[in-house]
């Protein structure tokens, strides 16, 4: 009995639900019938519009064309009235003349008779009626007036709805992933000559595979693109991903979206670690500010606080780079007023920028491996690299490691690249605007790297989610080519030979502003051919920086002729 009375309450569920599906689908039907209606109206009002429009139009029209042929009417009647005129003026003057002519046969006195015919004579020379064309001016055709509007009845009898555009193709070949910028290449599958514009939609996602519909976030979009290429710039890729789409318009439609694609969008995104931070350090996500008041009377407190929270944190011995990055460290103390990255640099190559305040006394961008000590500054160990810039009483620039540190004489830019190549060994320091190499760092990395900032009296912003710059990679091969042929300049410099070198006009102005230190001298005639400015700066660098034994000094730098 029992076992009847569930089976039935199984059966009146299922039909429960069923009947609200069908509920649910027969007002789905309505409302699309409603909808229906209210575009259909629309539809034949936008109809009546445009037909509206062109009875407008073709009533203009008639109106400015009737109104050509009146002006003409009006133009060819004035001539011949004017035609008119004239041949009734001529035409009197010439019957006075004729009058006067017969008059004149009826003198009989022989002087007389000849002085009238010689005055007659000279009227008829000068008479209007015979200068007069009897020739109409204007013709009475108005042919060149008549129209014909075959055509533009064929035309318009092949009038037909406005066809949808049909989706189009992006081509993902030609679409460009660099320097933080999305170049979008597409193409319409056919040649349609009402397309206006088109429209291009793209969502940041972690999903490498075919994009989803739900638990994404929402399309940006980018309307009014004229061409079939478009460069999305100024990205922040913080995410893994991008999705794509693009959709043709004509003048009263959109058409469909094109097939969605998805390019990859690799960046090195990181936030700054606010539980080990130093007191007097004010951390917002991507922004440091040294805060003279922070943690007074406080440091220990909140140092037990976060020692028993770190102890009790359920992210200790995790294998995320983020969560093992902030492991269980203590707050930095003393003078070292420092703030680390919670993602760890384990692998590949990675950049990241950092621009600090006008008014920053002193700071230090590098980085460390995980685990520092609390009063461990950066540069001071031989866990850390990083460049300090001191703005206190005089500027002073320079790259710090293992507590030793190595002054660079260049300008200190307002923005600071930080390149690092894990498993190349490499840490690099560049003007972010110009690209220029400031300091490079070749080692072996045997820990993972944390990005590390100490600042004093000032603020720095991080900016993360960066691609590694075309330009830093092209610098990139080209100091790792030219370290490859580190041991024939050594050898140069072993044997004494005079190193020759073609440079352009333009390195000739590069040297005499960097070619200052009395460790390396210049003489000869400079000659012109073209080189590469960088190249010749590692060239320099290397003699400058690495003191070979058995080279006397200063150097001497021959620059022979050039072709």
Not at 81 to 93: I, K, M, P, T
Not at 536 to 543: C, G, K, M, P, T
């Amino acid at each position: 009995m029992d076992e009847e009375r569930e089976t039935l309450q199984r059966i009146v569920s299922t039909l429960v639900n069923k009947n609200d599906e069908i509920h649910n689908f027969i007002d789905m039907l309505n409302h699309t019938i409603s909808n229906v209606q209210v575009n259909s109206s629309n539809a034949i009002s936008e109809l009546d519009e445009e037909f509206d429009g062109l009875y407008s139009v073709l009533h203009e029209m008639k109106g400015s064309m009737a109104n050509t042929i009146q002006q003409e009417e009006a133009r060819k009647i004035q001539a011949l009235q004017d035609q008119l005129s004239q041949c009734s003026h001529a035409l009197e003057s010439s019957e006075e003349l004729l009058e006067l002519a017969v008059q004149s046969l009826d003198i009989k006195n022989p002087a007389k008779l000849l002085e009238a015919a010689r005055q007659i004579k000279d009227s008829v020379t000068v008479a209007s009626a015979f200068r007069l064309s009897l020739k109409p001016k204007v013709s009475d055709s108005m042919a060149h007036l008549m129209v014909d509007f075959a055509l533009e009845k064929r035309m318009l009898q092949a009038v037909k709805f406005l066809p949808v555009p049909k989706a189009p193709e992006i081509d993902v070949a030609a679409c460009l992933v660099a320097d933080n910028c999305i170049t979008v290449s597409w193409r319409m599958p056919e040649e349609d000559s009402r397309i206006d514009h088109f429209v291009l939609e793209y969502r940041k996602t972690n999903f490498g595979g075919l994009p989803r519909l739900k638990g994404e976030q929402h399309w940006e979009l980018i309307d009014y693109i004229k061409a079939t290429q478009y460069t999305l710039s100024g990205l922040k890729f913080d995410t893994k991903f991008v999705n794509l789409r693009v959709q043709a318009c004509n003048k009263a439609v959109a058409g469909e979206y094109s097939d969605p694609v998805t390019l990859e969008t690799k960046a090195f995104v990181f936030s700054l670690d606010s539980t080990s931070s130093h007191l007097n350090l004010k951390v917002e996500d991507t922004y440091v500010e040294w805060d003279p008041t922070g943690g007074k009377g406080q440091e220990k407190i909140k140092g037990k606080e976060n020692k028993n929270s770190n102890a009790a944190s359920p992210k200790r011995g995790t294998n995320s780079p983020r969560a093992s990055a902030r492991g269980s460290r203590d707050r930095f103390a003393g003078e070292s007023y420092t703030v680390l990255g919670d993602t760890a640099v384990e692998s590949g190559q990675h950049y990241w920028e950092v621009r600090a305040q006008k008014d920053c006394k002193s700071y230090s961008v590098g980085v460390t491996y995980r685990n520092p000590g609390k009063f461990d500054q950066l540069g001071k160990t031989n866990s850390s690299w990083c460049i300090h810039v001191n703005n206190w009483l005089q500027t002073t620039f320079s790259a710090k490691h293992n507590n030793k540190a190595k002054t660079l004489d260049i300008p200190v830019p307002d923005r600071i690249g930080v390149y690092c190549d894990f498993d190349g060994g490499q840490l690099s320091f560049y003007n972010a605007n110009s690209k220029a190499l400031l300091h490079t760092f070749r080692t072996k990395f045997t820990q993972p790297l944390l990005p590390g900032f100490m600042i004093w009296c000032g603020g720095l912003t991080v900016s993360t989610g960066l691609q590694v710059p075309s330009a830093v990679k092209t610098l990139q091969r080209s100091e790792n080519g030219l370290s490859g042929s580190t041991s024939s300049l050594n050898n140069v410099a072993h044997n004494g030979s005079i190193l020759s070198i073609t440079i352009s006009q333009e390195e000739e102005k590069f040297l005499e502003t960097t070619s200052n230190k009395p460790a390396v001298m210049f003489s000869g005639k400079l000659k012109l051919t073209r080189k590469c400015e960088y190249q010749l700066w590692q060239v320099f660098s290397f003699f400058r920086n690495h003191k070979v034994d058995g080279m006397a000094e200063p150097l001497i730098i021959d620059f022979a002729s050039g072709t």
